[in-house]
């Protein structure tokens, strides 16, 4: 399980992001095409680190909300 990130873009497609796993970073049409995409992402991700001897980073980020 990892958490992640999901935002409008400027350009009007939804970005997901996963601040777990740095770099990791899809985008959709929509939020749903966004969130496929990325977990297709997270999979290529933490399959090229096991192929490259690397170690997978544990999911650690925890998220807040924070009322400015």
Excluded at 5 to 16: A, F
Excluded at 25 to 44: C, F, L, M, P, V
Aim: glycine share 8%.
């Amino acid at each position: 399980m990892r958490q992640v990130i999901v935002y409008p873009g400027e350009d009007g497609y939804w970005v997901v992001e996963v601040p777990s796993l740095p770099g990791c970073i899809s985008q959709g049409k929509t939020r749903q095409e966004a969130i496929e995409n990325i977990r297709e992402a997270i999979h290529g991700y933490e399959e090229a680190l096991r192929q490259d001897g690397l170690p997978v980073p544990d999911e650690n980020f925890e998220t807040l909300v924070v009322a400015v």
